[in-house]
């Protein structure tokens, strides 16, 4: 009673809002056929298959109680191994934390000056990275803290501000737009929106990373170099070049300390990766003497200053840091206001992108070489929460480091867990080296910054492979370089994040559709025909199996081969990229300039004077005569492969009833039949159903045209049952062989895919497939045995008999259901 009322309301509602409710369907495929094997001839278990509804739908999205209770505990994912921490884990973190500790001091540091900040506040930021980020984390390898992209974009945005706001101290600015980044990213995180960064492709990554590591290494050079030209280093990159070539004679004594330590950081790294070859039993060695190679070139040059500096603090004889603050200092509630952020907010979505892109793209390298998925969006809350707490003790933005990962990855590193150890480190950096920090030389830690960032150039070996797979691909490497190289990182960022999006729009707006053709195929086992051999062994299975080729040979195939038309006048036409609004025109534009051109129209017009034609089909010059098509087929159906389809809209779905309705005109009085392979969406066969596709197209002559469903089946009892069935069979032909008195061997032979062939009424012969049905239906209604006993069940539903489960099937509908030719009509006007 309560389906009965709520229907009725439901129908009182469309009649007022005056809908068109498509009427109950009967499905009674025996009676409305014309031929009865498709059902009759054994237990068919009837499916009909329902339509998907809104509530569904919403039941699908909605999360449920339990669900909900997953998300609160996955946001925290240590609950799920830190009851089982152990020893041994212990011992990979303890080495693998102090390993990066000693690395991110005198980076943390040297990244500082790169944002246009002391150099405590690159502490500041180290430790809350590394101290927070295991709360969050899904990668064990990432370590979040200052990196050198992150820390150039700060710095350009923080000069940018004091120029805005003189008054405003850069730590305020730098503050602050932490705060807004990482609210942004917390947000997007919680929303499990991390799929957003699968937007920006690999070649849009690494030309961002290229172009802004040759960014930093042009204006580290004038600092490690020690010019005194007056010139900045924050423009354009290629204007900071030909600055620092411009200026070189002004080189001073910071040269030596920084062109030194560049080098021998180099030289260590490269006699350390000969050694590990030369030792490979000794390799962990000599990656701990490598990794370490940093704190050891800052402590020796740090040595050589405080040696040469001891008695010259008031006038070094070189750049060096200076007095460095112990402890927090600077912890403190952030300033963040509408005057401060309007001073960033143009700046802010490359903020964003890059603190996004970076980290995102390192953990999942990091998770596939060590076998570990991350999760995307929890890594967005895991970066977001950094930069939201770090700010309170002085932090600015931080994201995944690169080389720091690399580093904690092959030094062990068990859990992220290890974090908490590197934390310590720089805590104990940050209480009681700070007296040690003043005597460092400020070219030295140029030197560094550009050996770190040196690794995040593209080798070409890796562009070359971009070419090889995708040119295009190659074409964004290089703008994106090149735009970053002549203008700067964020409009770099911008410029590659639009060409991907541009030429993956252009690849969906402009895919191209493929007719299908038929192909038998053999398989073939080295030089031996397999079929050849299995007949040699008695066995009689039919080998052969069709396939179906683009016509034109478009995806590679051997262009000898000769892909047969299915049957004349039917169409088999494949989509390749979806079928939504931007190319729904661009597939079926073509499919129907081919139908036109390959086909003639059941009855073809007749004009009897010239001004009676249309104006887009004037006819031929005077003298000449009107192409002659009748050796053409006549349009009989169209089948569509779905196998790349997964939605439509309303713009697709409404172009092919527009086709439909310009072909049925086209093939009048008759209809073009349209049948659907692949579909896989039950949303989608439901948009194409509301369409009036899935069924036979009714005709103005007698409302309904006559067809036979044809289903595919399988059987519900598994092999064995099979072999049963077979054997049934086989015994009821003995039978009625000696029945007749005939010589049983000399009988018909069917096997199993003969069985089959016969179950589903189609003949090998599409001309012979309409004439054989009488005997077939009879052969098999003999069997009474086989009917009895074989159960089977149709795979899809019988309300939809139009939507197949392959192009197989679908075909076979088509040529089962093909009206014959029709006569071809004289064309009165053929020489007007």
């Not at 191994?81 to 080495?95: A, E, F, K, S």
């Not at 710095?155 to 940018?160: E, H, L």
């Not at 120029?163 to 405003?168: I, S, T």
């Not at 076998?371 to 700010?391: C, F, H, R, W």
Request: net charge neutral; hydrophobic share 45%.
């Amino acid at each position: 009673m309560p389906g009965d009322l709520s229907s009725k309301v439901g129908h009182g509602v469309a009649k007022v809002l005056r809908l068109k409710v498509p009427a109950k369907e009967q499905h009674d495929p025996v009676t409305r056929g014309e031929s009865t094997f498709s059902v009759g001839t054994y237990e068919t278990y009837s499916y009909v298959e329902p339509e998907p509804t809104a509530a569904e739908w919403l039941r699908e999205i909605l999360p449920s109680w339990q669900e909900v209770g997953l998300y609160f505990y996955r946001l925290f994912p240590f609950l799920a191994w830190i009851t089982r921490y152990n020893v041994q884990w212990l011992i990979g973190d303890l080495v693998a934390g102090i390993t990066v500790g000693a690395v991110v001091v005198p980076q943390g540091m040297a990244y500082a000056q790169l944002a246009q900040l002391p150099v405590e506040y690159g502490l500041y930021s180290s430790f809350m990275g590394v101290l927070i980020y295991w709360f969050f984390a899904t990668s064990k390898d990432i370590t979040i803290g200052p990196v050198a992209v992150m820390s150039t974009l700060v710095g350009n945005i923080v000069s940018d501000a004091q120029d805005k706001l003189p008054g405003v101290e850069g730590h305020v600015i730098a503050s602050a737009l932490a705060i807004i980044c990482g609210g942004i990213v917390t947000f997007m995180g919680l929303a499990r929106l991390g799929f957003i960064v699968d937007f920006i492709p690999l070649p849009a990554i690494t030309a961002f990373m290229t172009g802004s590591a040759i960014n930093i290494i042009a204006g580290q050079c004038k600092k490690m170099l020690g010019e005194t030209g007056d010139f900045s280093t924050r423009g354009a990159t290629y204007l900071t070049i030909i600055n620092t070539l411009k200026y070189l004679p002004t080189a001073t004594l910071d040269a030596a300390m920084g062109v030194t330590a560049c080098a021998m950081l180099y030289i260590i790294r490269a006699a350390c990766n000969f050694a590990a070859k030369k030792q490979p039993h000794r390799a962990k060695m000599w990656f701990f003497i490598s990794t370490l190679r940093t704190a050891f070139v800052i402590l020796f040059y740090t040595m050589i200053s405080a040696a040469v500096n001891l008695h010259r603090r008031d006038n070094p004889a070189f750049s060096v840091l200076g007095n460095v603050p112990r402890g927090f200092q600077h912890a403190a509630v952030p300033t963040v206001n509408a005057e401060v952020i309007k001073t960033f907010a143009g700046e802010l979505p490359a903020a964003v992108i890059v603190l996004l892109i970076e980290h995102i793209a390192i953990s999942k390298s990091f998770g596939r070489v060590n076998n570990y998925t991350i999760d995307p969006s929890q890594e967005l809350v895991a970066i977001g929460v950094t930069n939201l707490l770090g700010p309170f003790l002085g932090g600015y933005p931080a994201t995944g480091s690169f080389s720091r990962t690399a580093i904690k990855s092959k030094a062990g590193v068990r859990t992220p867990l290890a974090g908490v150890i590197t934390a310590i480190v720089v805590l104990l950096a940050i209480y009681a080296l700070p007296a040690l920090f003043w005597y460092i030389p400020d070219a030295s830690l140029a030197g560094v910054i550009i050996h770190a960032v040196g690794d995040l150039i593209t080798p070409p070996n890796v562009v070359y492979q971009f070419w090889l797979v995708s040119p295009f691909d190659c074409l964004i490497f290089f703008v994106g370089v090149i735009v970053t190289i002549f203008t700067s990182i964020e409009i770099g960022v911008y410029c590659t994040v639009s060409i991907s999006a541009a030429i993956l729009l252009f690849r969906v707006a402009k895919a191209r559709g493929e007719f299908l053709g038929r192909v038998t195929i053999h398989s073939v086992v080295g030089d031996h025909n397999l079929e050849e051999a299995r007949q040699a062994l008695g066995d009689d299975t039919d080998n052969k199996r069709s396939i179906f080729l683009p016509i034109d040979h478009t995806d590679g195939s051997n262009p000898e081969i000769e892909v047969e038309q299915p049957f004349p006048g039917i169409f088999i036409y494949r989509f390749s990229e979806g079928f939504n609004y931007p190319n729904a025109n661009h597939y079926t534009d073509p499919l129907v300039a081919t139908i036109f051109k390959k086909t003639r129209r059941t009855n073809p017009f007749s004009y009897g004077r010239p001004g009676d034609r249309p104006w887009n089909n004037p006819g031929p010059r005077k003298g000449q005569q009107e192409e002659d098509k009748s050796h053409l087929p006549i349009l009989r159906a169209v089948i569509l492969d779905f196998s790349s389809v997964n939605n439509v809209d309303v713009t697709s779905v409404q172009n092919l009833i527009d086709v439909r309705n310009q072909l049925d005109i086209y093939a009048s009085p008759r209809t073009v039949q349209w049948h659907f392979a692949h579909v896989k969406n039950r949303w989608t066969k439901r948009a194409l159903a509301a369409a009036g596709f899935g069924n036979a197209t009714p005709t103005s002559e007698d409302g309904f045209q006559r067809w036979k469903p044809i289903y595919s089946v399988t059987e519900i009892e598994g092999q064995a049952s099979a072999a049963a069935h077979a054997q049934i069979v086989t015994n009821e032909q003995t039978r009625q062989a000696s029945a007749h008195g005939t010589d049983i061997e000399s009988g018909l032979k069917r096997d199993s895919h003969t069985v089959e062939r016969e179950t589903h009424g189609i003949e090998e012969s599409s001309n012979s497939s309409i004439g054989d049905d009488d005997k077939l239906n009879r052969d098999l209604k003999d069997s009474k045995a086989y009917r009895n006993r074989r159960k089977v069940a149709v795979v899809q539903g019988v309300n939809r008999p139009f939507f197949h489960i392959d192009i197989t099937s679908a075909l076979e509908s088509a040529l089962a259901n093909s009206p014959e030719e029709e006569p071809v009509h004289e064309n009165p006007n053929q020489n007007a």
